[in-house]
């Protein structure tokens, strides 16, 4: 993949990394040349509404409200999004936390090894497999903290969507999080291998939930003012039409 992506860039004017992490790994691991390659982050469509009456059926539908408090997380069950680490960290939540559940919206192959983990721990009583549902902004308003446990990313549409719902973000200090997340003060960020580190942050959420609810409120203004779709689509039409002067004439 790599001879193909340096081969093909010797045709290329200009190429895109959603993130400024992977701009700079293209560019020392990949040996991609530097001044082809420019950073426009994703962005998001903020105009996704909440139905509360469908939030209130899935509450119920998925036994929800025996939880005083529910972690949750959106994305694919696939080997990088590290899933196990989130529930290692939540065994250590739960035995501090006895009223605390978990949300794990998505499918994929690590479904089944997951379930397995969790039985293992203890916690698969207290740990929901929704499954896929492609209305993320209705899973999102019944989560308490969104938990991004992934080894790498590059923008995570999902922490986007997350912070851009109102809710506090924990997730590890990968790929682009941290273009995301620049300071404490919009979300918490940890290391990508520590379970006893992401167990201590999302327990200082749950204990703090006014500090969280500011934290969330935060981020949310970061993410409307930095991560829009509108705001993206503007710097890929800017870098059409400088590179198209001339030529579309």
């Avoid at 190429?15 to 426009?40: C, D, N, Y």
């Avoid at 590290?82 to 605390?100: G, I, K, W």
């Avoid at 201590?200 to 939930?209: D, R, S, W």
Wanted: charged fraction near 20%; hydrophobic fraction near 45%.
């Amino acid at each position: 993949r790599l001879r193909i992506e340096q081969w093909l860039m010797r045709g290329t004017t200009q190429a895109i990394s959603v993130s400024e992490e992977l701009r700079q790994r293209l560019i020392t691991q990949g040996r991609l040349p530097a001044h082809k390659i420019v950073t426009i982050h994703n962005g998001l469509n903020f105009s996704t509404a909440v139905d509360a009456e469908k939030c209130a059926r899935l509450r119920e539908e998925y036994g929800l409200a025996r939880f005083q408090f529910l972690l949750g997380t959106v994305g694919r069950l696939e080997y990088r999004k590290n899933y196990p680490l989130l529930l290692d960290a939540f065994a250590q939540v739960h035995s501090q936390l006895p009223q605390t559940g978990l949300l794990i919206v998505g499918a994929g192959p690590e479904k089944e090894k997951l379930r397995q983990h969790a039985r293992a721990l203890g916690i698969a009583e207290h740990v929901v497999f929704a499954g896929y549902h492609s209305d993320v902004a209705n899973w999102l308003r019944l989560m308490n903290v969104f938990c991004s446990s992934s080894q790498t990313e590059g923008i995570s549409m999902a922490i986007l969507e997350a912070i851009a719902a109102g809710v506090p973000v924990v997730a590890t200090r990968v790929g682009g999080n941290p273009e995301i997340i620049p300071a404490r003060k919009f979300g918490i960020l940890t290391p990508s291998n520590d379970a006893t580190v992401l167990a201590h942050a999302l327990i200082e959420i749950a204990q703090q939930p006014q500090a969280a609810q500011h934290m969330a409120q935060r981020g949310r203004e970061r993410v409307l003012q930095h991560f829009s779709e509108a705001g993206m689509l503007a710097r890929v039409e800017e870098m059409y039409l400088k590179w198209s002067d001339g030529v579309l004439e």
